[in-house]
T-cell receptor, first 114, second 115 residues
Framework: QQQVKQSPQSLIVQKGGISIINCAYENTAFDYFPWYQQFPGKGPALLIAIRPDVSEKKEGRFTISFNKSAKQFSLHIMDSQPGDSATYFCAASMILGNTGKLIFGQGTTLQVKP | NAGVTQTPKFQVLKTGQSMTLQCAQDMNHEYMSWYRQDPGMGLRLIHYSVGAGITDQGEVPNGYNVSRSTTEDFPLRLLSAAPSQTSVYFC??????????????FGPGTRLTVT
């Protein structure tokens, strides 16, 4: 059972455009929603994360939008750059009592064309 | 800090062979985990540990064993390799307390091919 569903599987955006990746989760007990960025040949690295008590979190060009009632969250990359070309994973976790075990989405391969 | 290290980086096994993937972290993290990454499947949790002497199964544990005798090390053992275990394996660690207890730090991965 896939508890976190991610779309699209791949995305091509022109330089300067907005990249949007969506995730939906099923378990309402999840209370931590991170996004990881992975470059080819490397391990994933934390990009940005949000807790369900806020609807939006912004760090530079990266923004997470969170809709608790719809059980959805999304990553927006503003002014996308070729250096943003990577695979992005959303994830969900239960902080309290669960020791931080992460459930990942399927991943989105982003290509930003110059 | 070296962070999370994994060895080897690449490995080719024949069906039926066994091997151990090594993982070590120097951040004194309580939580360590193993994932496998396959195209279109994301990262799937194999096994995890919340501290020395404590391990548990993740989503896809069959064919793999783990143990955690120290805080720093968390090896993954393939008992009898099968072609279905061809994948990229990542080890990760994190705190279990503090402001971001689920922020996981990943190693560089081990690319395993089973023929």
């Amino acid at each position: 059972q896939q508890q976190v569903k991610q779309s699209p599987q791949s995305l091509i955006v022109q330089k300067g455009g907005i990249s949007i990746i969506n995730c939906a989760y099923e378990n309402t007990a999840f209370d931590y929603f991170p996004w990881y960025q992975q470059f080819p040949g490397k391990g994933p690295a934390l990009l940005i994360a949000i807790r369900p008590d806020v609807s939006e979190k912004k760090e530079g060009r990266f923004t997470i939008s969170f809709n608790k009632s719809a059980k959805q969250f999304s990553l927006h990359i503003m002014d996308s750059q070729p250096g943003d070309s990577a695979t992005y994973f959303c994830a969900a976790s239960m902080i309290l009592g669960n020791t931080g075990k992460l459930i990942f989405g399927q991943g989105t391969t982003l290509q930003v064309k110059p | 800090n070296a962070g999370v290290t994994q060895t080897p980086k690449f490995q080719v096994l024949k069906t039926g062979q066994s091997m151990t993937l090594q993982c070590a972290q120097d951040m004194n993290h309580e939580y360590m985990s193993w994932y496998r990454q396959d195209p279109g499947m994301g990262l799937r949790l194999i096994h995890y540990s919340v501290g020395a002497g404590i391990t548990d199964q993740g989503e896809v544990p069959n064919g793999y064993n783990v143990s955690r005798s120290t805080t720093e090390d968390f090896p993954l053992r393939l008992l009898s390799a099968a072609p279905s275990q061809t994948s990229v394996y990542f080890c990760a660690s994190s705190r279990t307390t503090g402001p971001n207890p689920a922020e996981q730090y990943f190693g560089p991965g081990t690319r395993l091919t089973v023929t």
